[in-house]
Nanobody, 124 residues
Framework: QVQLIESGGGLVQAGGSLRLSCTAS????????VAWFRQVPGKEREFAAG????????VYDDSVKGRFTISRDNAKNTMYLSMNNLKAEDTAVYYC?????????????????WGQGTQVTVSS
């Protein structure tokens, strides 16, 4: 069983940057597909970015493409989401996720392991 612990959320002005981290314990993250989702109150948790392996091609939702970068450091058992040019509409709770299914899924049910969530607030 893998446990995921997130950090790095906070308050930032529009146009600013943040980097979220998600560190795994219990299992090595290198064998998992990793992803970031986000959720605002009253809405479904939505896919933002996913990465199958450290050398794999990342997958992004159109709403974050060109501004967010997903990456992973297998030696540190950690995944990251670098967010640039943040907009007010990026305000959400961000969750890291992992699955051992071998594919980057876009749905919440594609992932078996979740972080606790970290709040990102972008002020306009």
């Amino acid at each position: 069983q893998v446990q995921l612990i997130e950090s790095g959320g906070g308050l930032v002005q529009a146009g600013g940057s943040l980097r979220l981290s998600c560190t795994a314990s219990g299992r090595t993250l290198s064998t998992y597909v990793v992803a970031w989702f986000r959720q605002v109150p009253g809405k479904e948790r939505e896919f933002a970015a996913g990465l199958r392996s450290a050398s794999g091609t990342p997958v992004y939702d159109d709403s974050v493409k060109g501004r967010f970068t997903i990456s992973r450091d297998n030696a540190k058992n950690t995944m990251y989401l670098s967010m640039n040019n943040l907009k007010a509409e990026d305000t959400a709770v961000y969750y890291c996720a992992a699955n051992a299914r071998g594919y980057v899924g876009w749905a919440r049910y594609d992932y078996d392991h979740w972080g606790q969530g970290t709040q990102v607030t972008v002020s306009s």
